[in-house]
């Protein structure tokens, strides 16, 4: 059934105007929310009070509140309140969200009205509804809910958005950190007022590294500056989380130094179920140098690597002479395919391009440097630092260093327990 068909189902039920019923559809839909929690709210709106089952707004346990809950009338604690600029039917609107708790648990929600929320009010919320974000459960409040405040209740949560870096997961909103600007560069974007200009880079602190992307450049963000930055959200960027600073989001330049720590240390498994994670260390065994590696060609338009001559978008073209390694890496947790640019392979390789070159003329086959290669790295352990990200195809790490690891064994412990007692 498309819209029009709801639509029509709905208005002969409650005896209704089509056109008005189909508007209301469309909004609602265009809002995410699914079709048939719409139906089920405009039969309550148009007075149909057997609503397809489901009844009036019920008081609920954050802990119960789920996708199926209907509408709802919770009373919790603001735990933080961000605010964001979307636009909708061509209209710039403001929104505010974070998450709210009480004494049962935690939910994100997204206020579609300014209803005034600071971190720490207790407010009880009538007639919100829910939907699906990100997989959880999420509370949906507007021009048709209530928001009152209510007796301060005491919950087993942090009040206000302050996190580390490696803390910060996508979906986050109304967060707060405290960072270094390790990396920054004006970017211009075709964004949806045109040209714009944005600032992108990378943040860090003792815990962490992340990118990040200024949508309404802030001065005080610049190379080397230690900031406070107030409502940011976070959102996955090229399979990992990315922080995003806005309109709303106030920066602070702050006089300590913030320190920023090494890379993370981590499992491949860990950094696999994260869904990716940015600037990451893992230890592991070259188990394999896969196809595709050693010298090959790329397609001068766009970088592809070409296969006999053929580029998956651009057909027949002249490619271009590369070297790259993609290696198998295994922690005895899981697997990464590990990925050396051209610098990193000559390294491992002990040659240049042109060296490469040689040794596919002399023996008439240029696969035997993916087999040179395939013969220094595979069995030996490897300390390897990169962004790691995870698709449809398994894990990637594009590296940023590769380097054998110690292969003296007591050394390696000796270097553990150091780490175990810091
Ligand atoms: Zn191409």
């Known amino acids: 059934m498309n819209i029009d068909d709801h639509a029509e189902e709905l208005a002969s039920d409650l005896g209704v105007d089509k056109a008005e019923v189909k508007e209301n559809l469309q909004n609602l839909v265009e809002y995410s929310v699914p079709v048939e929690e719409a139906k089920r709210s405009l039969r309550r709106k148009f007075g149909d009070e057997s609503g397809g089952g489901s009844s009036g707004p019920t008081a609920e346990n954050i802990v119960d509140v789920g996708p199926d809950s209907g509408n709802v009338t919770v009373t919790a604690k603001v735990l933080t309140a961000g605010k964001r600029s979307i636009r909708y039917q061509g209209d710039d609107h403001v929104i505010g969200e974070g998450e709210l708790a009480d004494e049962t648990g935690k939910i994100s929600y997204t206020a579609w009205e300014d209803f005034g929320l600071e971190p720490g009010d207790t407010v009880t919320i009538g007639n919100a509804s829910v939907r699906e974000y990100e997989g959880n459960p999420e509370l949906n409040f507007g021009e048709s809910s209530t928001v009152s405040k209510a007796e301060d209740l005491d919950v087993p949560y942090d009040v206000g958005g302050d996190r580390d870096l490696a803390d910060l997961s996508p979906g986050d909103r109304g967060r707060n950190v405290e960072v270094r600007v390790t990396e920054v560069e004006t970017r211009t974007i075709d964004g949806r007022d045109g040209e714009t200009e944005i600032l992108s880079g990378v943040l860090g602190d003792e815990s962490a590294r992340l990118p990040f992307t200024d949508w309404d450049p802030h001065s005080e963000i610049e190379e080397g500056a230690s900031v406070r930055l107030e409502d940011v ?190």
């Open 233 to 422: 959200y976070v959102r996955e960027f090229r399979g990992v989380p990315s922080v995003n600073v806005s309109e709303f989001s106030t920066v602070t330049a702050l006089d300590e130094p913030v320190e920023v720590g090494g890379p993370t240390r981590m499992a491949i498994r860990e950094a696999v179920e994260r869904g990716g994670a940015y600037d990451v260390e893992l230890v592991g065994n070259v188990i394999e140098v896969r196809d595709g590696s050693g010298l090959i060609q790329r397609c001068p338009e766009c970088g592809r690597v070409v296969q006999k001559g053929q580029c998956r978008q651009h057909g027949d073209v002249e490619g271009e002479d590369d070297l790259r390694v993609k290696a198998i890496l295994d922690d005895g947790t899981d697997t990464v395919t590990v990925i050396l640019d051209r610098e990193l392979t000559e390294e491992v390789y002990g040659g240049d391009i042109e060296d490469a070159r040689q040794q596919a003329r002399d023996a008439m086959d240029q696969t035997v440097v993916a087999e040179t290669i395939a013969e220094k790295l595979v069995g030996s352990e490897y300390t390897v630092r990169g962004h790691l990200s995870v698709d449809d195809y398994g894990a990637n790490l594009e590296t940023l260093e590769f380097r054998e690891s110690a292969d003296d064994p007591a050394e390696r412990a000796q270097a553990f327990l150091a780490e175990v007692e810091a």
